[in-house]
């Protein structure tokens, strides 16, 4: 007998073969099968962790995978909404761009802000060029019971994500909207001293030094589940939706600069400054691109000001989500006012190079700069 395949079997077949250079060949061949499937609806505005159980993939593998597919028109991205009140998915936003601050609900008329990491979640669906689906591929109590077994990820997952930064830039908020996060941990980093390291070094031997600098930032970053937001001269801001993670990387930062340095040929040791906080933040359009602002994002700007450099910083809120992970560290904790900021903040100052000084000289040290 002969058995004739679909002719999307060739479409799906020619449309992944430009992702052979971005994926790994095993992973690919699963993708590659889970696309064929003859059960249309596991492909139609598909839970990203159903696919990654698929994939035999950790999440964050498949999501790069997911947007690499996006970017090369093999998938289509959703942004669903889930209704707060009734529990009804919108399923009708296909880019950032079409989501605003408030949600109407269409089955149940209730009007709710858009939370970027409660209410959005993230599906794909295969792409009609590559593979039209039937009339049954959208089957609302088959998602309604993958979302359950598996749980949803959500859009903030995504908005966090390197890769999707990276290759959509322009993916954005309209102007004057905002969408909420309930909560986010932004990392700052400055470098201490860069103003004299360009008068030393002059700008090109400044600059490649700085270079390195950001190329094993941005490195630690990606590596440990978060994303960079923007560079701020030579600083940067990363927003990281687990907070443990967040502190990994704070923590590998001071470690592996320690390593940058041994390694310069220029006579320079670059002192990095990291701190951080944990709270609710919005995500606007500014200056086209995705940017974070409100007070978790003032503070962890502040805490990173306080920093002396083989250190890390972070508020007493960050530090309740992870002391477990650093209990084995020297740690200064001390209440403190700091500017812009209506009411004491405690502070902690964890060392992972030097050892601490005391906390009361360090303070006032820090706020006389």
Known sequence: ???????????????VSGLKDQVESNLLEKFVDFLQTPDERLIYHANPRMVANHLSADERTTLRLLVLAVYHGILTLHWDV???????????FIGLG??????????????????????????????????RLSISADDSDFRSRIDQRYGIVSGHALLTLQTFR??????????????????????????????ELYARQGDTQA?????????????VVDQQGGAIIKTIGDAI??????????????????????TLNQQLTAPEVLTLKVGLDIGACVCVNLNSQMDYFGMTVNRAARVQSLSQGEDIVLTDALWMETQELLSGYAQIQEEIDLKGIDHPVVIHWIAVGSPLRNSRSLISHQLSQ
Do not use: W
């Open 1 to 15: 007998m002969i058995f004739f395949r679909p002719s999307y079997f060739r479409a799906i077949k020619q449309a």
């Open 82 to 92: 889930q209704c707060p009140a009734c529990s009804g998915v919108d399923q009708q």
């Open 166 to 195: 990276d290759l959509f830039p322009k993916e954005g908020i309209p102007p004057r909207e905002s969408l909420i996060i309930r909560q986010v941990t932004i990392l700052f980093t400055d470098l201490a001293g860069s103003t």
């Open 237 to 258: 801001m990363a927003a990281f939706t687990n907070p443990l993670n967040a502190v990994k990387a704070a923590l590998s930062m001071q470690q592996q600069m320690t």
């Open 98 to 131: 079409d989501l605003r601050s408030q949600h109407t609900c269409p089955l149940c008329g209730h009007i709710h802000p858009t939370n970027v990491d409660t209410e959005v979640r993230v599906a794909f669906s295969i792409d009609e060029r590559v593979r």
């Open 207 to 219: 600059y490649s030094l700085v270079n390195q600098h950001f190329q094993m930032l941005f490195q």
